[in-house]
């Protein structure tokens, strides 16, 4: 993307950049106005709901003191006591004294205040002494179940305190049949005598009941009331019904863990929701009032009906204007370049109007000054220069014409032979096929036949020079002779492995060529046993060369390998693979792969 910007016209570079910026700046103008908006509804309606929170624990705190109040004057009385101690009195006789002695008028108070709907009291016995239940459950559990749980040891460590717990349809420790879920309480009851334990009292009270009497009017479908125990574990939902203890949000944890008030947002589920809550009261428990985020962000929506109007108004009417203004600020680049256009097509005569004095019109007018000096360097230098470099070139030619050098290795053979000197002879025979080979007529291609024949005539001559120190063996199937492939380009590897590894490694060495066909391509691989290189020297044979490192190439040998790697990249692209492998002290290894060409495509 980055590219096919930057290779558009500056006309559009400059449109797509000031459309980009009108977008970005109604969008941030938009999202602004929107997020100030909506923080001001959350935060508005942030301190309307800790109002709703402080009033429903107002409401639960009374709850729980009057029940606990009233347990605690239930427990107390002389009927209760006396049935607890063990005087001999049935459960009927307990329930006929409580609602006809002293105690009737609490007990009838429990009745119609209905501040609880299912009461248990256990005494020395399994089964409950007294039991009273408004919702329809039934079927307490016995006391020794009772004592071995989890619930039965929290109320005892409270020495008489009141411990509060959830009791749902499918918790029925200690209701049979619940009908309904509930907010347990459980205390154990003391001797008013000596403080001994001398029963156990369960009550609860329905979620519905809490709901009608204590949360009437303070929520709806869209809102939820959620008590949570000290554990975070719900005690009642109230609304909406909404998973807090399934939700992963770290916000939501965070929140569990303040002890002040406050509000947060944070996930439930996959919705977001404000959630304010209240500090942690005196039993432990703590209470949420959530809202839906989307609830409170509604009436919004004609703020972000504005923006997108504006937004599309804004790029509607920047079309126009933003074409105008970089065709007027673009029309002198489009003069100049035209003019540039034509004088690369031969005409040196061009200038360019220059009207302002902006950047546009000094680029003008450095354009024209160097048309201008162009122009003299042509008339005045690069004729005459060019015409210095042709008769150089023809003077260049005339010494290296193949025709004199054939002709003097001729004489010198002859003069050889007629001296006897057969070793001198094979050498400028060799030579002579060799220089041959390497001219090629002056074509930039050969066949593998040829090459392989000059690296074979090389190679003889070298072994010439090194005598026994060299040992070389050319491996190249006959098969592969009437493919076409660069010219000199296996001969200035073995040369390298020549001077750089073996002349260098004492006691000689040997140099392997071997080729193979290998479906459509030509593999060639040069072995040498010399004296290896480092990481570093093959990295500066491999590297394409510069004008600063030209005397370093060929002090490290690399120059004529840089150079075969240079033609063929200009002739193959990417159409071929070179590989080194050299160790100090180990040899070199190297892997040429070429496209496998029949000789019909040569020229």
């Keep these: 993307m980055r590219k096919f910007y930057l290779n558009l016209s500056v006309k559009y570079k400059i449109f797509i950049l000031f459309y980009l ?47 606990s109040d009233w347990v605690t004057v239930f427990s107390l009385a002389s009927e209760v006591q006396a049935a607890l101690i063990g005087d001999g009195r ?16 609490m007990m009838n108070q429990m009745l119609f205040t209905r501040n609880f709907d299912y009461l248990a009291l256990y005494g020395k016995g399994a089964s409950p002494i007294f039991q009273e239940a408004t919702d329809g459950s039934s079927g307490a559990v016995g006391l020794p179940q009772i004592e071995s749980s989890r619930l039965y040891e929290a109320a005892a460590r409270l020495n008489g305190a009141s411990y509060w717990f959830p009791l749902t349809g499918s918790n029925s420790m200690l209701i049979q049949n619940n009908r309904n879920e509930k907010i347990g309480m459980a205390r154990i009851v003391r001797s008013i005598q000596d403080g001994s334990t001398i029963g156990f009292i369960f009550m609860g009270i329905n979620h519905e009941t809490i709901r009608q009497l204590y949360l009437k009017n303070l929520y709806d479908d869209q809102h939820s009331i ?25 916000a939501l944890a965070t929140i569990l863990k303040q002890k002040d008030p406050g509000s947060a947002v944070a996930s439930i589920g996959k919705q977001q929701m404000l959630i304010s809550y209240s500090g942690i009261n005196e039993n432990g428990w703590r209470i949420l009032y959530v809202v839906p985020l989307a609830l409170l962000t509604q009436e919004l929506s004609s703020i972000k009906v504005f923006v997108i109007a504006m937004i599309l108004a804004c790029l509607l009417l ?12 673009t029309a002198p680049l489009k003069t100049l370049l035209a003019s540039m256009k034509r004088f690369q097509n031969g005409h040196f005569d061009e200038r360019v109007e220059i009207k302002y004095r902006d950047e546009i019109g000094e680029l003008s007018r450095g354009y024209n000054s160097m048309v201008k000096n162009i122009k003299d360097l042509v ?11 042709e008769a150089e070139l023809k003077a260049l030619q005339s010494q290296i014409n193949p025709h004199f050098l054939y002709n003097t290795l001729d004489t010198i053979f002859w003069e050889a032979e007629a001296a006897g000197q057969s070793r001198i002879s094979e050498m400028i025979v060799n030579l002579s096929r060799l220089f041959r080979l390497s001219l090629n007529r002056g074509k930039s291609f050969t066949n593998v036949g040829k090459e392989k024949e000059m690296l074979g005539l090389y190679l003889s001559l070298q072994k010439m020079r090194f005598k026994d120190l060299l040992q070389y063996r050319i491996d190249i199937p006959d098969e592969m002779g009437g493919f076409v492939m660069m010219k000199l380009v ?9 001077v750089h590894g073996i002349e260098r490694k004492r006691g000689g060495g040997s140099v392997t060529v071997t080729g193979a066909l290998e479906g459509n391509s030509l593999h060639f691989v040069i072995e040498d046993t010399g004296a290896g290189m480092d990481e570093m020297a093959v990295k500066r044979i491999l590297e394409p060369e510069t004008d600063g490192d030209i005397n370093t190439s060929r002090e490290t040998g690399g120059y004529a390998i840089r150079n075969v790697n240079a033609r063929l990249r200009h002739y193959y692209k990417d159409n071929y693979e070179i590989r080194y492998d050299s160790k100090p002290g ?5 892997e040429l792969t070429l496209p496998a060409i029949p000789d019909t495509q040569e020229g």
Excluded: H, W
């Design 318 to 329: 920047s079309v126009p204007l933003m074409m105008i203004l970089t065709s007027i600020l």
């Design 90 to 105: 049935t459960s009927d006789r307990l329930e006929s004294s409580l609602y006809s002695g002293p105690t009737a008028s």
């Design 379 to 389: 008339n005045d230098v690069y004729v005459l220069q060019l015409r210095e470099k």
């Design 226 to 250: 959620i008590i949570l125990d000290e554990n975070g574990i719900p005690l009642l939902q109230a609304g909406r019904e909404i998973d807090v203890a399934g939700a992963s949000d770290p």
């Design 490 to 498: 296996l001969q200035p590897f073995v040369e390298n492995a020549l």
């Design 586 to 590: 180990q040899g070199t290894r190297v």
């Design 21 to 67: 910026l009108v977008v970005a700046l109604s969008l941030t103008l938009g999202y602004y106005s929107y997020q100030t908006s909506s923080n001001q509804i959350i935060e508005k309606v942030s301190m309307t709901n800790t109002g709703v929170i402080k009033e429903i624990e107002n409401n639960i705190t009374g709850m729980q003191r009057n029940i």
